[in-house]
């Protein structure tokens, strides 16, 4: 996967369309390709839900990017924030008695920035998931300033989705630095072909210099 894009980024956001967009699968190639690069690149899921004590997510991470556990998972840096509840962030902690503690997953992720080249930081769902009660993944994002990797695919319904979280990101301030566009199966070949396009075009007409990356899977 070709990742010039991550080039002078020590930070970088990664969030989904949707729930199931194959963002996971996105970071660990990332991470693999910057690697081969020769960067020293971790991954953080700043929150895991459906799990307990672990994070399979970082867990996949790890496999996609030919390495075992690191340092850092095991410190519980990587996923600093897990919920049994298969839901969305704010609900699964509010079903624990819990608040997603937002500076607890800023500190692990400046923490892993320290210690290593580049950071890749996966969302939990899509940048509209609520964390809180009165803050949303993108309104945490913007926050930050770290840059966004957006990625998506061609299942009916994607353009619209994309679309709209590319127009959420830029009218916040938020650097979109790449759309990938993920392999997803039994896509139609007419939508598949044309979904990149409509992307494309839509960037263009918008003035956003953002490259749209297509990613192979076997």
């Given at each position: ?5 991550l ?8 969030s ?53 556990e ?29 608040r ?6 800023t ?52 353009i ?20 990938v ?38």
């Amino acid at each position: 996967m070709d990742v010039g894009f991550l080039e002078g980024r020590r930070i970088v956001f990664v969030s989904g369309i949707d729930t199931g967009v194959g963002k996971t699968v996105v970071m660990g190639e990332m991470a693999r390709s910057a690697m081969a690069k020769g960067r020293d690149a971790i991954t953080v899921k700043m929150v895991q839900t459906g799990n307990v004590g672990r994070s399979e997510d970082i867990e996949e991470h790890r496999r996609l990017m030919g390495v075992g556990e690191m340092p850092e998972d095991v410190e519980g840096l990587t996923a600093p924030q897990i919920f049994a509840f298969p839901g969305s962030a704010q609900l699964a902690a509010r079903l624990e008695g819990r608040r997603v503690n937002l500076k607890r997953i800023t500190r692990s992720v400046e923490e892993c920035a320290r210690r290593r080249d580049l950071v890749l930081v996966e969302s939990a769902g899509g940048l509209f998931v609520p964390l809180t009660s009165s803050v949303l993944t993108v309104d945490y994002l913007a926050e930050r300033g770290w840059p966004l990797v957006l990625v998506t695919n061609g299942r009916l319904g994607s353009i619209n989705h994309t679309l709209m979280s590319i127009e959420a990101a830029a009218g916040r301030g938020i650097e979109i630095v790449a759309v990938v566009y993920d392999w997803a199966p039994d896509v139609d070949p007419v939508i598949d072909k044309d979904t990149p396009m409509a992307i494309k075009a839509y960037l263009k007409r918008k003035g956003l210099d953002v490259p749209l990356v297509r990613l192979k899977r076997a």
